[in-house]
């Protein structure tokens, strides 16, 4: 290990610079830096060294020409077991640089930006930033490179504690995460890029990159490793756990197909969830009486299951909630007395989620990924067709609306029988439709007659639809477009039951 001598610093975030550099400069480092980062440095009182100085040439192009140069490329590049690497650099004037503390243009942020025109994201594309940060991540053996204020205090304590020195480990981790934040900032821009003008719905190249958040006891078996990726403060991924035992990766699943489920819905609404599939969702005036209505839908699949939640969770939720074994939920928020009450529960995980979407749902096969937009499409009655003799009641309409986004968050084939605000039973996954329905009404712990039956996909026989009046269903719901839709709405016109069409399916593999 050698003393860091000399640092060079150029930032465009600047949290924690000043301490930092002080402390650098306390271990008897000399400070080199840019515009801004200098003048901020200068002001509080830390002896610095402006570029300019050590390259003999002013900044300019609106800074745009700053540390490219080689007085500062050589410095950082030069192998310092190299000897004919020292002796070029002696020639020619260059002193070495130990340290670059460098990060990027914040083009995220401005690529975020409603209506940013292209020569603001042009000009948020840093040059110099990457070319010293990978530079100095080429050389680690020699240089560290430091990307992130939040490795300041760990670099800093460990170079009081050896004499203004960083071990080779700290180096090679360090230079690790320069080559990750440099791909993942040309990602971002390539694909920022590629949506400037007539942007296709889906990219020509698939960059999937993400942080690893948390490693996984296991994936969803034992014997399988996981982990899981993403982006803090988005979705299920980047939700705060604020109780309960680690997240497994099945948990993760369920909670993401209970929180996009809950979604779907304005009013209050509870979604029970087991292996991906609802069984018990519902929409009401309270959250209480959401939960309770969700819950009495099948109590008995509820036991152990992940629940969604749209609201802040209040206390006599969570009293309800408490009431039986939940692995996990799923919410907004929670009061402070919803938190008192469901920490009690020792092992029950909390989730804090905040809004967050991707437009695009990946799925990986072997050889590949396929990628598709998001299933976002919603109901408009207006634009619906009433394919039967009968129309729905009002009461039936709003049971229809109600079941067809519940459906639309069940595997395919799905069945969901359903009243006003509340599914009453799920037949989910089967191979042929007609099974759907009659596990559906196997399952049903609620009253089957007088529901409405929500169907994914179109009924392909008119069987279907049959066993569905046989068991009391007197509304249905499905996209039509099947070679047989005349036999299907000829049967429901016989049975004397309503059915709308969609022209939308949801099927969910």
Not at 53 to 78: Q, Y
Not at 289 to 306: M, Q, T
Not at 392 to 416: D, Y
Request: glycine fraction near 8%; proline fraction near 4%.
């Amino acid at each position: 290990m050698a003393k860091i001598s000399r640092v060079l610093i150029s930032v465009t975030d600047k949290t924690g610079i000043v301490e930092f550099a002080a402390a650098l400069a306390e271990t008897g480092a000399e400070l080199i830096s840019t515009g801004g980062t200098a003048r901020m440095i200068r002001d509080s009182g830390i002896p610095v060294k402006d570029v300019s100085e050590v390259t003999g040439f002013p900044e300019m192009l609106d800074g745009r020409v700053k540390t490219m140069h080689p007085k500062i490329a050589g410095g950082i590049l030069a192998m310092r077991g190299n000897s004919e690497h020292m002796e070029a650099i002696a020639v020619h004037g260059i002193l070495p640089i130990d340290m670059v503390v460098v990060n990027l243009y914040r083009f995220e942020e401005v690529a975020a930006k409603a209506g940013a025109h292209l020569e603001d994201l042009i000009e948020n594309i840093d040059i110099g930033g990457p070319t010293m940060l990978r530079a100095a991540a080429k050389n680690y053996q020699d240089v560290a490179v430091v990307v992130s204020p939040d490795d300041y205090d760990e670099i800093i304590r460990e170079m009081r504690a050896s004499g203004g020195e960083l071990a080779l480990a700290t180096k090679w981790r360090l230079a690790k995460k320069v080559f990750r934040t440099t791909a993942d900032y040309d990602s971002a821009i390539s694909a920022r890029l590629e949506q400037v003008e007539n942007a296709p719905v889906l990219p020509g190249d698939l960059a999937i990159r993400a942080s690893k958040l948390i490693d996984l006891r296991y994936g969803e078996n034992p014997h399988q490793s996981a982990a899981l990726y993403g982006r803090r403060g988005q979705g299920i991924a980047g939700a705060e756990q604020l109780h309960g035992k680690e997240l497994s990766y099945n948990n993760l699943v369920d909670l993401d197909a209970a929180w996009q489920l809950v979604n779907e819905f304005d009013r209050p609404a509870v979604a029970i969830i087991k292996h991906t599939n609802p069984c018990g969702c519902a929409e009401q005036d309270t959250l209480v009486e959401a939960y309770r209505k969700a819950f009495e839908a099948d109590p008995v699949s509820a036991f152990g299951g992940v629940v969604g939640i749209n609201r802040t969770v209040d206390e006599e939720t969570a009293r309800e909630l408490a009431k039986t074994f939940l692995e996990a939920i799923a919410a907004p928020d929670y009061t402070a007395e919803a938190v008192e009450v469901l920490t009690a529960k020792k092992n029950l995980r909390l989730m804090r989620v905040a809004a967050g979407t991707d437009p695009l749902v990946v799925k990986s096969i072997s050889g590949g990924y396929l990628a598709q937009t998001a299933d976002t499409a919603k109901l408009e009655r207006a634009q619906a067709k009433v394919a039967t003799k009968r129309a729905p009641t009002e009461q039936e309409w709003v049971a229809l609306e109600f079941g067809w986004k519940v459906a639309k968050h069940v595997k395919s084939n799905a069945i969901v029988y359903a009243r006003a605000g509340q599914s009453v039973s799920v037949g989910a996954g089967q191979m042929s439709r007609v099974d759907s329905v009659k596990i559906g009404a196997m399952k049903a712990i609620l009253p089957v007659a007088g529901t409405v039956v929500a169907s994914d996909a179109f009924f392909p026989f008119a069987d279907g639809l049959e066993e569905a009046a046989k068991n009391g269903a007197t509304a249905f719901i499905q996209p039509g477009g099947s070679m047989r839709d005349q036999e299907v709405i000829d049967a429901a016109d016989r049975l004397g039951v309503a059915m709308v069409f969609t022209g939308v399916r949801h099927f969910r593999h």
